[in-house]
């Protein structure tokens, strides 16, 4: 059950940085504390880049096939043999930037083998993810038209693990070359004329891991042979990205570029930070819920390490860090995995807090960072939508997303919180023309939090605001109940110098500020 905070605890509160009201009283749950955070306004971070909101799709599990591909002639309601409805809900979201075709299908996909007439296409085996036998259908020109579908940027992921530099530059000159080469013209055979344009680059992944079991060193050496052959063609100019550490290893990082003494071609260096936990996603206790959550604390920790320990080679920051894939990865259950495909999750409440919270510490860091990819789309990890033959709902994180849109190409602005606490309520603040938007998690599970947000450098005339709340953290949305979780219109408070909201346990709130 809900907790509710009367307007005499909210004021008793007032002035305390940490004031809890035991609302232990008939109908109330949660205790209530106030929280004091202030935004400074004119104290301009960066801009948030929309491609912060990205996003990554895998040939695993049933992410792209049955998931995003159901082929032409499927019964599923499709568009060229990509799923309608997710076709439809990504394109209202706006990916912005979408990663493919791996992970650690990347180091051992050969591109020629997904070109050309699909009954021609060999059967190749996904060695990554269960040995099923790949046919290839789904491809670069399918990938492309996805994009082109959802209005998403490609972004493509090199082989380096098990492919060659000649491979990879092969595949840049078929997709970008405008037309005259072997290479442009058989892509226009192949129903494209027109180039593809693709700008991001991956020059591996996890190449520490599973795309190659490499040291730093040897990876290194590997990214400068790669990426010396990989050239601009036409208007397109490619950003290579390199495969960075996996959460905040400075090891790797230190290692990797203290070998890079030439850095014209890397422009990108990817971190990956999974947050994991020891539960299925519907069975989550408090206590599993907050070791989760906290480690977006620890996440923000290594974008400021590792951007820091970047600078010393790159002060100017020539070179952009991103987190290439990121979210929740919890306990995986076999029947679930036997009925929807590899590394399939339930998405719920939690999930949803878990995804904001990402997208928070993106915003407090949009100076130091130029891409963010949620692991993955449909029906993978932390899923935005799940399918299951012609049904396909959207997920609790959806929403999360669609309830931070409003920040993209924003100036992220400074949030002072008092609160160093990995579990402190999370803030982020954007403004541009007169509105400033604010967006508050709370990641407690057992507290309410009345927030009191005092604004410096403005004054507020007036909002309204959007909340994902269930009081339930295990809930979530599914084909027969798609609105178990959906953003309703919430209460703020803005006049003058302050903002103030309440948040129930586990709720994201987004509030549409008018600045006087
Ligand atoms: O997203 C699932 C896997 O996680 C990716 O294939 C790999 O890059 C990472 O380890």
Request: net charge positive.
């Given at each position: 059950m809900q907790n509710r905070v009367t307007r005499r605890s909210f004021v008793a509160a007032a002035g305390t940085s940490a004031f809890a009201v035991?609302?232990?009283?008939?109908?109330?749950s949660a205790a209530t504390e106030e929280k004091s955070i202030e935004v400074r306004l004119n104290r301009e971070i960066g801009t948030i880049q929309p491609t912060l909101h990205g996003h990554f799709s895998e040939h695993l599990g049933s992410c792209i096939y049955g998931g995003i591909w159901v082929g032409r002639?499927?019964?599923?309601?499709?568009i060229s043999g990509f799923r309608k409805a997710a076709v439809d809900y990504l394109k209202e979201l706006g990916l912005v930037v979408l990663r493919w075709p791996g992970g650690c299908f990347a180091d051992d996909y050969?591109?020629?083998?997904?070109?050309?007439?699909v009954e021609k296409r060999p059967k190749t085996v996904n060695i990554h993810w269960g040995n099923y036998t790949e046919d290839n259908s789904f491809g670069t020109h399918e990938f492309i038209q996805f994009c082109r579908l959802i209005e998403a940027e490609p972004y493509l992921a090199g082989n380096v693990g098990s492919g060659t530099p000649e491979e990879l530059r092969d595949w840049v000159e078929y997709c970008n070359y405008p037309s005259g080469s072997t290479l442009a013209d058989e892509r226009a055979r192949n129903g494209s004329p027109e180039p593809f344009r693709v700008r991001y680059w991956g020059v591996g992944n996890e190449n520490w891991g599973c795309?190659?079991?490499?040291?730093p060193e040897e990876y290194a050496g590997h990214f400068r042979r790669f990426a010396s052959f990989i050239r601009p063609f036409g208007d397109t100019r490619p950003f290579l990205i390199a495969c960075g550490p996996s959460r905040n290893d400075l090891e790797w990082t230190r290692r990797f570029m203290e070998n890079m003494h030439r850095r014209t071609m890397l422009h990108g260096y990817a971190m990956h930070f999974y947050s994991n936990a020891k539960a299925e996603s519907t069975k989550f206790t408090p206590e599993i819920a907050r070791a989760q959550l906290a480690t977006f604390a620890a996440m923000e920790k290594a974008i400021q390490d590792q951007r820091a320990l970047l600078d010393k080679w790159d002060p100017e920051r020539r070179i952009g860090l991103l987190i290439d894939e990121w979210g929740v990865w919890d306990r995986i259950s076999r029947d679930d995995e036997q009925r929807y495909g590899r590394l399939w999750q339930q998405i719920t409440m939690r999930s949803a807090t878990a995804a904001a919270l990402g997208l928070n510490v993106f915003h407090r860091q949009a100076d130091k960072l130029v891409m963010c990819n949620i692991a993955q789309t449909v029906n993978v990890l932390h899923s935005l939508l799940l399918t299951e033959h012609d049904r396909c709902v959207r997920t609790s994180t959806y929403y999360a997303f669609e309830l931070m849109k409003p920040h993209r190409g924003r100036k992220s602005v400074v949030v002072e919180n008092p609160d160093t606490d990995p579990l402190a309520l999370s803030v982020s603040a954007s403004v541009r023309d007169k509105t400033l938007v604010l967006s508050m998690v709370?990641?407690?599970?057992d507290t309410t939090i009345s927030a009191k947000v005092s604004l410096a450098g403005g004054q507020a005339d007036g909002g309204e605001a959007r909340m994902l709340h269930h009081a339930d953290m295990n809930a979530y949305n599914w084909f027969d109940k798609p609105n178990v979780i959906v953003p309703r219109p919430a209460k703020v408070e803005a006049r003058g110098a302050t903002v103030r909201a309440e948040l129930p346990p586990l709720a994201i709130l987004t509030a549409m500020i008018r600045l006087a």
């Open positions: 035991l609302a232990q009283r008939k109908g109330f002639n499927s019964p599923v309601p499709n050969h591109w020629r083998d997904g070109i050309g007439p795309g190659g079991n490499m040291t709370n990641p407690r599970v």
